[in-house]
């Protein structure tokens, strides 16, 4: 089944093997969905480098954050106590831990498909007990010359956002956890709506409710309030399990276009899209019936966690829009959509 998707054919465009450790004793994994935006005339993307130890035959070894630098466990894998079905995060005497310790990498491209570690850029890394297990998923907005960078901050005590702010990527902000756990998957629109900030979000719930999306306002970019559930998982479909954001939203004349992600009970992920009304975001006009991109490619059904595509940044030019995104959660590859072909794909609420 074809999609809307096409594809770079210089894809995956980053593998694990193309940057180097942040630090000794510890190898790259995976890179998986970066940040996008444009900074001094180039596309910039914020990568999510997920690193471990090299893994020992018997033993599963992982690195966590401590107050004193980054500690190394090992659990032998015959341990009773053990659950490591999952190969993103295992379970050991009651307690979830990931199997990998994300930090967030910048890159940069003349072209927007060749990219490179510029010098003097840091790495963002987490700085805090409340990122003890790493941060993720990193979206970016810019709003009257500042960047706002959300992102998934991990540790034992649950999964919420981050905000760090920066003007120049190499001093930042941090504003600490703006929404706390289970919270993720947060997007910030790049336009005040009558006076007000507003972001699109993903707490979580196991029992009642769902993986469902939902819309924030703030007057002031930090303190997050009026919560609304926009989009819910669909039963027998390709977002029945789970649904989150994006990137920021793109601003069209019919209204805010959203790509989001949804996965199935078989944990696929697939994009799709929505829209929303333009002076009033909390009202959703149309929405995709069908995928507009599904893992079809080796890259993507084949990694260190198949059958994933995976998107938290793009670049609008026009009607092109270039969405980077997250294959198999192991490459970062690329794609261009037709921004008009999406709206015209949607189900209105009207039809």
């Not at 992982?62 to 490591?84: C, M, Q, S, Y």
């Not at 956002?161 to 956890?177: H, I, Y």
């Not at 007057?219 to 027998?236: A, E, M, Q, S, Y």
């Not at 399990?241 to 793109?250: F, H």
Request: with cysteine; glycine share 10%.
């Amino acid at each position: 089944m074809k999609d809307q998707a096409q594809r770079f054919t210089e894809n995956p465009l980053l593998s694990p093997a193309d940057l180097k450790p942040s630090r000794a004793g510890l190898e790259i994994s995976c890179l998986l969905n970066p940040g996008v935006f444009t900074f001094e005339g180039k596309t910039w993307l914020l990568v999510r480098v997920a690193e471990r130890p090299a893994q020992q035959e018997g033993v599963i070894s992982f690195p966590v954050l401590k107050e004193d630098g980054i500690e190394i466990i090992e659990i032998p894998t015959d341990d009773p106590e053990l659950n490591a079905e999952d190969p993103r995060v295992i379970r050991y005497k009651g307690v979830d831990y990931l199997t990998t310790l994300s930090h967030l990498r910048l890159l940069c491209s003349e072209d927007g498909i060749r990219f490179y570690e510029p010098e003097g850029y840091p790495f963002l890394q987490g700085e805090n007990m409340q990122e003890a297990f790493g941060i993720e998923d990193c979206r970016v907005s810019l709003l009257n010359g500042t960047y706002y960078l959300t992102y998934t901050a991990v540790s034992e005590q649950g999964v919420g956002v981050g905000l760090r702010t920066t003007k120049d990527w190499k001093n930042f902000e941090s504003e600490g956890m703006i929404i706390p756990p289970h919270n993720k998957d947060c997007a910030i629109f790049e336009e005040k709506i009558n006076g007000k900030f507003y972001a699109l979000h993903r707490p979580s719930s196991v029992d009642i409710g769902g993986n469902y999306i939902w819309l924030a306002e703030s007057p002031d970019g930090i303190h997050w309030g009026k919560h609304k559930c926009l989009v819910t998982t669909r039963k027998n479909s390709w977002d029945s399990a789970r649904v989150g954001g994006g990137a920021a939203p793109i601003k069209t004349e019919k209204g805010w276009l959203e790509i989001y992600h949804g996965a199935n009970s078989a944990h696929q992920y697939c994009l799709g899209a929505f829209l929303l009304d333009l002076l009033d975001p909390s009202i959703v006009i149309a929405r995709s019936e069908k995928p507009i991109m599904m893992p079809t490619t080796t890259y993507e059904l084949s990694g260190f966690f198949g059958h994933v595509v995976f998107t938290n940044g793009h670049v609008v030019k026009g009607d092109e829009l270039t969405i980077y995104y997250g294959a198999a959660d192991e490459f970062v590859c690329g794609a261009k959509f037709s921004i008009a072909e999406i709206l015209n794909s949607l189900s209105y609420e009207h039809d």
